[in-house]
Nanobody, 130 residues
Framework: QVQLVESGGGSVQAGGSLRLSCAAS????????MGWFRQAPGKEREGVAS???????????YYADSVKGRFTISQDNTKNTVYLQMNSLKPEDTAMYYCAAVSMGRCGTRWLDAGRYNYWGQGTQVTVSS
């Protein structure tokens, strides 16, 4: 049974940083696409960042325009954990953040398409105050 567990959320002031973690059990991140999504109250879930680790240790990443240059996605295959480093946080980054993973394979062209992902965590809340 696949289980994804997020941690690292919290409350920070604008300009601050947080690092989210997503630990997987029953699943291997290596050679499979995974991503971070977020959902603010009253808004649709949106893709934030995704990552795919190819052969030879090459990592491919993709970011939403709204977080480029501020967020960094990474993964540690030895710990089966994916991270989202969030810097220069803004109030509009306030949301519940979810990690998600595909059952097998690449992200293809659907890096930030929630429909591409098969497994989801329970979410961790991020609140940024001005």
């Amino acid at each position: 049974q696949v289980q994804l567990v997020e941690s690292g959320g919290g409350s920070v002031q604008a300009g601050g940083s947080l690092r989210l973690s997503c630990a997987a059990s029953g699943y291997t991140y290596s050679s499979n696409c995974m991503g971070w999504f977020r959902q603010a109250p009253g808004k649709e879930r949106e893709g934030v960042a995704s990552i795919y680790s190819g052969s030879g240790g090459t990592y491919y990443t993709y970011y939403a325009d709204s977080v480029k240059g501020r967020f960094t996605i990474s993964q540690d295959n030895t710990k089966n954990t994916v991270y989202l480093q969030m810097n220069s946080l803004k109030p509009e980054d306030t949301a519940m953040y979810y990690c998600a993973a595909v059952s097998m394979g690449r992200c293809g062209t659907r890096w930030l398409d929630a429909g591409r992902y098969n497994y989801w965590g329970q979410g961790t809340q991020v609140t940024v105050s001005s």
